[in-house]
């Protein structure tokens, strides 16, 4: 134990009479229940004196009781889960509220600028959308005029084959005419 409450993993297997791979299992399924473990500048677990009654809790029910882990890990962590570390968490909550007030102002900033690139982003979805549109409209505009002058063509060929057969008729009526028999 290098400070007083503060205990280093090595010294809560030996207090236990645990394997690290053991301890470190427990950790991960009181974490996962929400139980908070103080950590070091190197993400490295510290214990507490409330840590150690907490673990020793979960071994009388995993070891002693034969419970299995996720069960003891929620029982524990449900029990426990107000519990805060004594000393080790007071010393370091100035740092920590520093760490958090420049994690929130980056994280603002960063809503900020995605707030921005979205504005951007609407702006050319409606550029985008209304050039389609136009688009559309004129497509529509040359397809009617397309079909007015494809109606136009088909009336002037209908008109014309009339005129043709009206033509080819009298041709016919003057030479039945001439040659009539009579």
């Known amino acids: 134990m290098d400070i007083d409450g503060i205990y280093s993993p090595k010294d809560m297997t030996d207090i236990l009479n645990i ?5 470190r299992k427990w950790c991960i399924a009181l974490e996962e229940q929400g139980y908070c473990f103080s950590r070091t500048e190197n993400n490295k677990r510290l214990f507490t004196d409330n840590d150690l009654i907490v673990l020793k809790h979960f071994r009388q ?4 009781q034969n ?9 524990v962590a449900t029990k426990y889960k107000g519990l805060k570390s004594t000393s080790f968490q007071s010393e370091n909550s100035k ?13 603002f900033s960063e809503i900020e ?3 921005e690139l979205n504005k951007q982003l609407l702006l050319r979805l409606d550029e985008q959308n209304e050039y389609i549109f136009n688009r559309l409209n004129n497509m529509e505009d040359r397809i009617t005029k397309r079909d ?3 109606m136009q063509v088909l009336r002037e060929t209908q008109e014309t084959q009339k005129l043709i057969a009206a033509a080819t008729e009298k041709k016919k009526g003057f030479w039945k005419k001439l040659f009539k028999k009579e």
């Not at 394997?19 to 301890?23: H, Y």
């Not at 029910?61 to 002693?64: C, H």
């Not at 740092?95 to 994280?107: A, E, V, Y």
């Open 113 to 115: 600028h995605l707030k």
């Open 61 to 64: 029910l995993v070891q002693v």
């Open 19 to 23: 394997g690290d791979s053991t301890l």
């Open 148 to 150: 007015e002058r494809l």
């Open 95 to 107: 740092d920590d509220n520093r760490s958090l007030n420049t994690d929130f102002s980056r994280l």
């Open 67 to 75: 419970m299995n882990i996720n069960n003891a890990s929620i029982i």
